[in-house]
């Protein structure tokens, strides 16, 4: 069967697949506050962190406490903040708009869910992509810092 006659034909929800989007967004909705609390939490360590590298007294820990290194490690706390965030946002979205689609058999909503489920995925491949990208420099940094030193 085709795409086009699979989509000419009324693609229908029947109990099977509510329970199965149901559960779906139940899991969803789990994951989303966990996202959400991992987010506060990396928030707090960004903003806490200075303070307490700024109270140990080992050496090692010297340059950490240079505005440089304490002010990138917080963009990374940040940066990984924001990275936990988005997704829990959409994963949010998708698991609040489906089961308002089907609660009330509402096919905007259930659009909208779709719609957040697809910016998810999205969300995850570009953030995939970029870190295979920075991966691939690593390495190749690597390979040209090794072979400068012979």
Do not use: H
């Not at 509510?18 to 707090?44: H, N, P, Q, Y």
């Not at 490690?73 to 829990?88: D, G, Q, R």
């Not at 949010?92 to 096919?107: C, G, I, R, Y």
């Amino acid at each position: 069967m085709s795409q086009d006659d699979l989509l000419s034909q009324d693609l229908q929800i029947n109990p099977r697949v509510s329970f199965f989007l149901k559960e779906t967004s139940k899991w969803a909705k789990f994951l989303s506050i966990v996202g959400f609390i991992t987010t506060g939490l990396l928030v707090l360590m960004a903003v806490f962190f200075r303070s307490l590298i700024n109270q140990l007294k080992s050496a090692e820990l010297s340059e950490l406490r240079s505005t440089t290194g304490l002010t990138g490690i917080t963009a990374n706390f940040l940066i990984m903040a924001l990275c936990v965030f988005v997704p829990s946002l959409f994963l949010l979205k998708f698991s609040s708009k489906m089961k308002e689609a089907l609660d009330q058999t509402n096919q905007l909503s259930f659009e909208e869910s779709l719609e957040n489920l697809k910016s998810l995925f999205k969300f995850y491949g570009i953030l995939t992509i970029i870190i295979l990208v920075l991966y691939s420099l690593g390495v190749i940094g690597f390979l040209i810092g090794i072979s400068s030193m012979s």
